[in-house]
């Protein structure tokens, strides 16, 4: 098993860019989430996901959007980059939302300039 | 609003024993978990408790206390690899997670 994983591992944008994160996870998880993680912040929910074709918002959810066609991917879309989004990114994905523990991905460390 | 609180940073000695609290408000309580973070790398469970009480699993332990909205993550026998930041997070009433900032803890020998 990969677990879950991103690509790409570094991106640099220039303001108004756009571009799609990508995750992926093969342990047949229901659930997928996106945080971003900025220095001395915890980690803040953006999207989630509980099954194929269904999202929902997270906390910080303007300027991104996504979408759950399977069960396995789970892409996150920045449209307009600003330098606001400049983070690292981890997708994470758990068989349900109570005591299972979340796996994460290694994380897309993302620049806007 | 939704708060959790833990130090910054923490120093312990390689071989020693360090305890990590953290504090917590959140609009209901479905568990509370622990998680692991080297540098540059993704978080990694170690512990989840929904029941007040010690969980132990070998050199780790985390402790709940839901009436006091406190937990602490204890740590044995410090090993150089432990040195990484330690994250708490709490599942609200929407099965959301909510993270606190974490503790970077730093291993001297």
């Known amino acids: 098993n990969a677990g879950v994983t991103q690509t790409p591992k570094f991106r640099i944008l220039k303001i108004g860019q756009s571009m799609t994160l990508q995750c992926t996870q093969d342990?047949?998880?229901?659930?997928m989430y996106w945080y971003r993680q900025d220095p001395g912040m915890g980690l803040k929910l953006i999207y989630y996901s509980v099954g194929a074709g269904i999202t929902d918002k997270g906390e910080v959810p303007n300027g991104y959007n996504v979408s759950r066609s399977t069960t396995e991917d789970f892409p996150l879309r920045l449209e307009l980059a600003a330098p606001s989004q400049t983070s690292v990114y981890f997708c994470?994905?758990?068989?349900?939302?109570?005591?299972?523990?979340?796996?994460f991905g290694p994380g897309t460390r993302l620049t806007v300039t | 609003g939704q708060n959790i609180d833990q130090p910054t940073e923490m120093t312990a000695t390689e071989g020693a024993i360090v305890q990590i609290n953290c504090t917590y408000q959140t609009s209901g309580f479905n568990g509370l978990f622990w998680y692991q973070q080297h540098a540059g790398e993704a978080p990694t469970f170690l512990s989840y408790?929904?029941l007040d009480g010690l969980e132990e699993k070998g050199r780790f332990s985390s402790f709940l206390s839901r009436s006091k909205g406190y937990s602490y993550l204890l740590l044995k026998e410090l090993q150089m690899k432990d040195s990484a930041s330690y994250l708490c997070?709490?599942?609200?009433?929407?099965?959301?997670?909510?993270w606190g900032a974490g503790t970077k803890l730093i291993i001297k020998p």
């Open positions: 994470a994905s758990s068989y349900s939302d109570s005591s299972y523990e979340q796996y």
């Open positions: 408790n929904v």
């Open positions: 997070a709490v599942m609200d009433s929407n099965y959301q997670l909510i």
């Open positions: 342990m047949n998880h229901n659930y």
